[in-house]
């Protein structure tokens, strides 16, 4: 039986990226995946690492950290992964929402963080083809993209250099664990390993690998949808272009009243759009909870289609050649879980990341590295302890 | 068909000897053929080439367990415009 210091359970991009790093810590590590290399969420998602779409406080701060680990590997990796740093450009509506904005922002610049406020003749300078009646926006320099799937690929091509055994279309069936209750051994459908150190990345199924040891995760799927125009030439928009009323669509405790049809509110649409390197365009988007379905739903695609023209009536010629859909691993608090199990020695979980997943897949890598070997972390985690769910509970 | 030069993928201009080389460095799915090759991501949505895709990576050995062997069909059937989709236009 093939023995490993640490199993990775899911090859999406924090199992890949967690993988990555515990190799090069020299540790023996194996990635375990029920399908292929980001067969989930990590290849049905859209392409960029934000600030901007976080909350002030830790969520801000592990995603700038992680932006700045992004550039470190486009160096490191030797798959190219695209990965550029474009910013990117929040645009709001009305004068409420510039008002809401102009807080956030506020919050965010006393952090210490380069955001800043955009009138609505410089947005046009900034993305020629916006609507002109827009009231302003805000300018993130920090904001970047890439290709997710790709970079699923970079890691764990960096990390079979490096020793990391892969083990992709092998279900996990069980986790067998000792007298005293550590791990021990993880079956599959196509043979057993045998480890002390299990990380659970599998996203929205990580609630099925903890059920496993008897330990319950509050992951729920939530969906999206996103849209592809076909190739243009034309420069459509520059970066990845959002509408502030994304933070209502993705926040439960951020409310105003935007002015859309019944359908895009029903559907909790909320317009972004992103340029690709293959030269089209994302357009989303939109979130739900419909469980594990995936199909993408006309009338959603509708919605998003009606949204996007009213930030960029120049996407009224241009076709949609395809949708997909994909479900985010959604949490209550919006925070990922990354810690170990304290019921269950050996028993880590990094999941829960929401639509983060690429954004945090640098330092989520890199702090559970350190949580395994024992070294103190980047940052102080207490807060994405998995813990804090067991504390809610007793209440 | 010895014609390494082939298109397979009209839409992204992918040729035969690009999806062999793919499926032979990295033993992989048609679906992951897909994401690295982008042969049946363009306009017609691998109206034209899926078929031909699933059955390179057949004949070529991918994966031995796979339950994703052929692609997937996504909507919309043919490209359809914003304008269209959104409701603007008829």
């Known amino acids: 039986m093939e023995s490993f210091d ?11 990226s967690v993988a990555y790093h515990l190799v090069k810590k020299g540790l023996d590590v194996a990635l375990i995946e029920k399908g292929g290399i980001a067969a989930g969420t990590s290849s049905r998602c859209d392409a960029v690492a934000l600030i901007c779409d976080k909350k002030p406080g830790i969520d801000t701060e592990i995603g700038y950290a992680s932006i700045q680990l992004f550039k470190q590997l486009a160096q490191e990796l030797s798959v190219d992964f695209e990965f550029s740093s474009r910013g990117s450009l929040y645009v709001c509506e009305t004068e409420r929402e510039l008002e809401i904005a102009q807080g956030y922002v506020a919050d965010q610049v006393r952090d210490g963080y380069d955001m800043r406020m955009v009138d609505p003749h410089e947005l046009l300078d900034i993305e020629p083809y916006l609507a002109p009646d827009l009231a302003g926006g805000i300018w993130t320099e920090a904001d970047s993209s890439m290709n997710p799937y790709k970079l699923c690929y970079a890691f ?68 999206g949808i996103v849209l592809i125009t076909e190739k243009t030439s034309k420069q459509i928009t520059r970066q990845k272009v959002h509408e502030f009323g994304y933070m209502l669509s993705k926040f439960e405790d951020i409310h105003f009243k935007r002015n859309v049809s019944e359908l895009v509110e029903k559907h909790n649409v909320a317009f972004t759009i992103e340029p690709t390197d293959a030269h089209n365009f994302l357009v989303g988007g939109h979130r739900a909870f419909k469980g594990f379905d995936i199909r993408s739903e006309i009338d959603v695609m509708q919605a998003i289609a009606e949204r996007a023209l009213r930030f960029l009536p120049v996407l009224r010629d241009l076709n949609c050649i395809r949708a997909y ?20 020695p050996g028993f880590f979980i990094a999941s829960g990341h929401e639509g983060d997943g690429i954004s945090m897949s640098p330092i989520t890598g890199k702090m559970v590295a350190q949580l395994i070997t024992g070294e103190p972390t980047d940052f102080n985690i207490d807060k994405l302890n998995f813990s804090r769910y067991k504390k809610s509970n007793a209440v | 068909m010895t014609n390494k030069e082939t298109v397979i993928c009209r839409c992204e201009d992918i040729t035969m000897r690009e999806i062999q080389e793919t499926v032979e460095r990295f033993q992989c799915s048609s679906r992951e053929v897909k994401l690295r090759t982008r042969a049946g991501m363009g306009s017609c949505g691998g109206r034209t080439c899926r078929g031909m895709v699933d059955k390179l990576v057949e004949q070529l050995g991918g994966p031995p367990i796979s339950n994703e062997i052929a692609l997937s069909y996504r909507p919309p059937v043919r490209p359809v415009s914003f304008g269209v989709l959104g409701g603007e236009e008829k």
């Not at chain 1, 640490?6 to 890949?16: E, F, M, R």
């Not at chain 1, 067998?176 to 599998?202: H, L, M, P, S």
């Not at chain 1, 994909?326 to 810690?339: A, E, K, N, Y």
């Open chain 1, 156 to 223: 764990v091509e960096e990390g079979k250099k490096l020793g990391l055994k892969v083990f992709d279309y092998h279900a996990v069936s069980e986790i067998q664990r000792d007298v005293q209750g550590k791990i021990e051994r993880v079956v599959t459908d196509r043979g057993t390993f045998k480890t002390r150190k299990i990380v659970n990345c599998a996203g929205v199924w990580s609630p099925k690998i903890a059920g496993m040891v008897g330990i319950e995760i509050p992951i729920v799927p939530r969906k």
């Open chain 1, 6 to 16: 640490v199993i990775v359970i899911g090859a999406g991009v924090i199992g890949s």
């Open chain 1, 325 to 344: 859909a994909g479900v985010r691993p959604w949490v209550p608090d919006h925070l990922p879980i990354v810690s170990e199990v304290e019921e269950v």
